[in-house]
C-alpha cells in the first residue's frame, strides 16, 4: 500500500500563493526493510531561505496530511518528513533534498519513506526492487545538478566451468532518478568501453554543468589496456575532448580542484597490473575546453593507485594519498598539487614536503580517501603490499588514518569492522563518513564483504560503528561497487562484484543507506 499523498498548503504574505504537493511512497519492494515498521505518527518540518524552521504537530501515520500555512515563496526549500514511533523516535524518514518554489505552478515531490540508520534496497513508488539496467563493477557515479545520478561504464563478468572469468567491458550509461526511485538507460554512449575510469562533474567555460569522463581499462586491439579517450556528458550527449598528448591512464588520481574547477588527473599506468607496466610520474588537468600536461613531474614520482582529494578553498589544490611505485610497491606517501599562477600550471605543493610528518602509518592502495568539513582527509581501508599481476587482498588493512594539514598530524583514529580493499566511500550531510563493501582475502580464500562502517568524528572523539538499523550491512556482499550521496542525504550503493564458490559475478543490484537526520 502507499501511504495517502501528503497535501502542504503553502500562502505567500500577499496575493501569491503556492501549493506543494507530496506524494509520500511508504511501500517497499520484497526483501526490504518495512519502513512502516513501528510508525504511529509523522511529522513533517519545511525550512528554508528567509524564514524559521516550520513544523505542525505529529499526524497520525494513518492520515498522512498536514497543513503549513504563511510561507515566503523562494529558494532552497526542503521538506523532510519524519516517521516516528510511539515513543516519538524517528524510525523512517523521507526527504526532499533542496528545491525552489517559486511559482506560478504548484511544486510536485515524491518523497520514498525509508528505514533510518540501515541499508534496505532501492524501490519505485509501486513497490518493486529497482535494479540497474545491466549488471556492472568497477563503474563510476556522478551526482548531477538536478539531482539525478550519471552510471557511466565498468565491467560485467562470465565465468566458464573451468573458473575462467572473463570481462565484459561496458560503453553504456544510464541514470538514477531519485523521485522515480529507478534507472534508465541512456541512448548515447561512450566513444570507448571502459571500466575502471573517472567521471567527475565540472562547470564553467561554455560547457555549463558537465560530467568529465577519463581514463580506465578497455579493449583496445584485442587486448585491455588504458584507454586513451577524454569525453564530456552534457545535454544528454557525449563530447570527445582534445587530449593532445595526455597519455592513456588507468588507476590514476583523479578530482576537481574546487579552486580552478579544473579536472585534474594524476600518476597511473599504461595497462592493467603486470610486470613491466609502465607506471607515469606526470599529472594532466582538463581546463575546460582541453586537456592540458603539466610540466613538473610528480614529487613522489611514478605513482598509481593513489587516491585524489580536493582540497577546500579558498587555497585548493589536490591531496595525494598512498598508491604505488613502478615496482609495485604500495606506498605511505602523502603528497599533493597546486596551481601556481606565477607558472599557470600545476606544481608540486610544499605543504607536504615534511616527509617525517605527512606520511601515513602504514602503505596504503585500493583504499578509499575523502575530504572532511574542516579540510582534513579521511582514509579507510586498502592493502599495505600487492604484487604486480597478483593482486589478491590478502593484505588488506582496515585502519582508518585522519590527515590534518593545517595542524602537520596523522594519525590513526579507529579501525573498521573488517580488513578490506576495494571499497566504496561517501561523505554524508552531517560529516560522517560511509565505508561500503569491499574485498579481503582470509586463510579459506577470496571474500566480499557486506561490511558497512559509519566513522564519525565529534569533539575530537573518533568512533567506527555500523549501522543501527537490520544487521548493520549490506544486503549483498560487494567490491568495486560504486557510492554517492544523494540531495537528500541518503547514500546510493550500485553493482560491484563479488566472489562466489567457482567465480566471480557482478551485480546490478542498488541498495541505499538513510541516516536518522541531516
Not at 564553467?204 to 589496456?225: D, K, R
Not at 597478483?390 to 598530524?409: C, H, M
Not at 582470509?442 to 566513522?455: E, I, T
Request: proline content about 5%.
Amino acid at each position: 500500500m502507499r501511504a495517502a499523498a501528503a497535501a502542504l498548503l503553502l500562502a505567500g504574505c500577499g496575493p501569491a500563493t503556492l501549493g506543494i504537493q507530496v506524494d509520500l511512497v511508504t511501500v517497499s519492494c520484497p526483501g526490504a526493510a518495512d519502513p512502516r515498521s513501528g510508525v504511529a505518527t509523522l511529522r513533517f518540518k519545511l525550512t528554508g531561505d528567509g524564514f524559521a524552521p516550520l513544523s505542525p504537530g505529529p499526524v497520525p501515520f494513518s492520515s498522512g496530511t498536514a497543513q503549513i500555512p504563511h510561507v515566503p515563496i523562494g529558494a532552497n526549500r526542503r521538506l523532510t518528513v519524519d516517521g516516528l514511533d510511539s515513543a516519538g523516535r524517528v524510525r523512517a524518514r523521507a526527504d526532499s533534498g533542496k528545491f525552489d518554489a517559486l511559482g506560478p505552478a504548484d511544486v510536485h515531490l515524491r518523497l520514498f519513506l525509508r528505514p533510518v540508520d540501515q541499508v534496505t534496497l532501492t524501490s519505485d513508488a509501486a513497490g518493486n526492487c529497482t535494479h540497474m539496467s545491466r549488471k556492472r563493477a568497477a563503474h563510476a557515479m556522478t551526482l548531477l545538478p538536478d539531482g539525478r545520478v550519471l552510471v557511466t561504464g565498468g565491467y560485467d563478468t562470465t565465468t566458464d566451468s573451468s573458473g575462467t572469468v572473463t570481462f565484459n567491458y561496458l560503453a553504456d550509461a544510464e541514470i538514477y532518478d531519485p523521485s522515480a526511485g529507478s534507472f534508465t538507460p541512456v541512448s548515447a554512449h561512450l566513444s570507448a568501453p571502459r571500466a575502471l575510469h573517472s567521471a567527475v562533474a565540472v562547470s564553467g567555460g561554455t560547457l555549463g554543468n558537465a560530467v568529465f569522463v577519463a581514463g580506465g581499462q578497455g579493449p583496445v586491439n584485442n587486448s585491455v589496456t588504458a584507454i586513451q579517450a577524454f569525453e564530456v556528458w552534457s545535454g544528454a550527449a557525449w563530447t570527445q575532448v582534445s587530449g593532445g598528448a595526455s597519455p592513456a591512464r588507468e588507476h590514476h588520481a583523479s578530482a576537481v580542484d574546487l579552486k580552478k574547477g579544473y579536472a585534474v588527473l594524476a600518476g597511473g599506468q599504461a595497462g592493467p597490473d603486470k610486470v613491466g607496466v609502465q607506471v607515469y610520474d606526470t599529472a594532466s588537468y582538463f581546463d575546460l575546453s582541453q586537456m592540458r600536461d603539466a610540466v613538473q613531474p610528480l614529487r613522489m614520482g611514478a605513482l598509481a593507485d593513489a587516491v585524489a582529494v580536493a582540497r577546500a578553498k579558498p587555497r585548493g589544490g589536490v591531496m595525494l594519498v598512498g598508491g604505488h611505485d613502478a615496482s609495485g610497491k604500495v606506498l605511505p606517501q602523502i603528497s599533493g598539487l597546486i596551481w601556481s599562477d606565477d607558472f599557470g600550471d600545476y606544481a608540486d605543493d610544499t605543504v607536504y614536503r615534511d616527509t617525517t610528518r605527512f606520511v601515513l602509518p602504514s602503505p596504503r592502495a585500493h583504499h578509499v580517501a575523502l575530504l572532511l568539513e574542516d579540510d582534513t582527509v579521511l582514509t579507510a581501508g586498502g592493502v599495505t603490499a600487492l604484487g604486480l599481476g597478483a593482486f589478491d587482498y590478502s593484505n588488506a588493512t582496515a585502519e582508518v588514518t585522519l590527515i590534518d594539514p593545517l595542524g602537520v598530524a596523522v594519525n590513526d583514529v579507529g579501525t573498521l569492522s573488517q580488513a578490506r580493499a576495494d571499497a566504496c566511500a561517501a561523505r554524508l550531510q552531517d560529516g560522517t563518513v560511509l565505508v561500503a563493501g569491499g574485498a579481503y582475502r582470509d586463510p579459506s580464500g577470496a571474500h566480499s564483504a557486506r561490511n558497512v562502517d559509519l566513522v564519525t568524528g565529534l569533539a575530537g572523539t573518533w568512533h567506527v560503528q555500523p549501522p543501527g538499523g537490520g544487521d548493520g550491512m549490506l544486503r549483498d556482499a560487494r567490491h568495486r561497487a560504486a557510492c554517492v550521496t544523494l540531495n537528500d542525504g541518503s547514500v546510493l550503493v550500485t553493482g560491484g562484484q563479488q566472489y562466489r564458490t567457482g567465480g566471480l559475478d557482478a551485480l546490478d543490484s542498488a541498495e541505499i543507506y538513510t541516516p536518522v537526520g541531516n
